[in-house]
């Protein structure tokens, strides 16, 4: 097997600092690199994914940053509940915001269900944060991994695997797309938990079970927005448009040449390299009022 890249490594070999803080009853986990008292960055995942999403890209956002990557209630090691929302996920985004540091200074941003919270959030909070990105979010359309719950392919009661490597071999993106093995291999193995004497995926299939975003629950945002799409990702050249005509046609729409819809397990270098440019583009420019 070929090994992973020097930079893969040294992502994974970067300090991080674990935490957790409570939201509306809730204990929500997240992990954290860079400097505590820099601005900050925080990441959502999609639907069914969790904060580990991400250890191969936030190292690499740090310049001048703290990176803070975030498990919403029902994913990965923060607690679950009875119902859930874009708009509870969207208070539990911004309690760690404003742990993180200056919820002023501070850009969030979310890949496929997470855009959906962090649009949610900039409608709700726009004012209280700087920024909020988007990365190939399906607004005028239900999510893969909602519609492969709903239509029973994917996401259902959790099975138990005897063991760890019969777990992580069942993993798939939805949906199903070419990646990179050793970050493929890296997210599924920390997708799982032990429960009932062997190992299941951590993600609460209830999570599926809430409300969808649609252009209606959005308004013109008081925070700078970017909308990323991937090439060959969901949301499609005439959706980008709807979305920029929908947020006053000021938040740019920029595409990741030839990603698929998970862009961090295909694309990941393209994907730094083009929220780098953004942000500093944001640094450098004055809001449109």
């Not at 936030?58 to 990557?69: K, Y």
């Not at 893969?144 to 993993?171: C, I, K, M, S, W």
């Not at 599924?188 to 995926?201: L, P």
Request: net charge negative; with cysteine.
């Amino acid at each position: 097997m070929t090994p992973p890249p020097a930079w893969f490594s040294a992502a994974l070999a970067a300090a991080v600092q674990e935490g957790a803080i409570t939201v509306d009853g809730a204990s929500i986990a997240y992990r954290a690199w860079g400097d505590p008292d820099g601005r900050s960055i925080v990441l959502v995942h999609g639907g069914a994914a969790h904060s580990r999403w991400w250890d191969h890209i936030a190292p690499m956002l740090t310049d001048g940053w703290r990176v803070v990557a975030v498990d919403l209630s029902g994913h990965g090691d923060s607690d679950r509940r009875d119902r859930y929302s874009l708009d509870t996920w969207a208070r539990e985004v911004l309690a760690v915001v404003a742990e993180a540091g200056s919820a002023a200074a501070s850009v969030v941003i979310g890949h496929s269900m997470g855009g959906l919270v962090t649009l949610r959030l900039a409608t709700l909070a726009g004012p209280e944060i700087a920024g909020a990105v988007a990365i190939d979010s399906p607004v005028r359309d239900m999510a893969p991994e909602d519609r492969a719950a709903r239509q029973h392919r994917a996401f259902g009661p959790l099975r138990v695997y005897p063991t760890p490597e019969a777990a992580v071999a069942r993993f798939r993106p939805i949906p199903d797309q070419p990646t990179l093995a050793y970050i493929a291999d890296h997210v599924a193995a920390t997708s799982i938990r032990a429960a009932g004497g062997g190992w299941t995926w951590k993600f609460d299939p209830n999570v599926f079970a809430r409300d969808h975003l649609t252009p209606e629950l959005l308004t013109r945002l008081e925070c700078r927005v970017a909308l990323f799409r991937a090439e060959h990702g969901l949301v499609t050249p005439q959706q980008g448009e709807v979305l920029y005509d929908r947020l006053g046609r000021v938040a740019p729409v920029i595409e990741i040449p030839v990603a698929g819809h998970h862009i961090m397990l295909d694309q990941p270098v393209a994907l730094v390299a083009a929220l780098r440019t953004l942000l500093a583009d944001w640094d450098h420019s004055i809001p449109h009022g």
